[in-house]
């Protein structure tokens, strides 16, 4: 009796998780692979990050064609950073993805999680990112920097250009 009990429990439990993994799908173009990774902080060295811009920029994204530009991007010590740059197969080096480093200034307690994407014309991508973590407007006198590394792979070939919007800030970036 117990195992079945633990069985169904765990049936009911994975519903949710399944639906969300569906509606992610369901919200991005079919001949376009995504891969995403969450990162609590700055990755990036001086220049391509968002700490590199006006202070009143609070939304920035950078992209990458090439393992070498990517790696040298990153600053040293950054792990999951650099495992994430290594699995990708980039189109400078005779692979088919390009990697987009979305970063927003904000509270401590926010995390960054793809939402969705969508074309905006032949090689055009729209990413929106969501905030999670907190409800409502989010200030703060002390912000910090959240990352979210995209490995997009697009049958179509390499966008041209990557708009992402993170709470209702946008950033573009020529790919």
């Known amino acids: 009796m117990k195992r079945r009990a633990v069985v169904a429990g765990l049936v009911v439990a994975s519903a949710g998780c399944t639906d969300r993994l569906h509606d992610l799908a369901a919200s991005t173009p079919r001949d376009l692979a995504v891969r995403s ?38 600053l040293p010590g950054e792990s999951e950073t650099l495992a994430f740059v290594e699995a990708t197969s980039f189109v400078d080096d005779g692979g088919e993805s390009i990697l987009v480093a979305a970063q927003r200034l904000t509270a401590p307690e926010v995390e960054l999680r793809l939402g969705s994407i969508s074309r905006t014309g032949d090689h055009s991508l729209r990413v929106a990112v969501d905030v999670a973590g907190v409800r409502g407007e989010v200030e703060t006198d002390d912000p910090v920097v959240k990352t979210l590394l995209l490995r997009l792979t697009d049958e179509r070939g390499p966008p041209e250009r990557v708009v992402v919007s993170i709470g209702g800030d946008r950033a573009g970036v020529t790919v």
């Open 37 to 74: 990774r969450y990162v609590d902080g700055n990755p990036l060295v001086e220049g391509k990050s968002v700490r590199s811009l006006p202070e009143e920029l609070l939304t920035h994204a950078a992209s990458f064609r090439s393992k070498s530009e990517a790696e040298a991007a990153v």
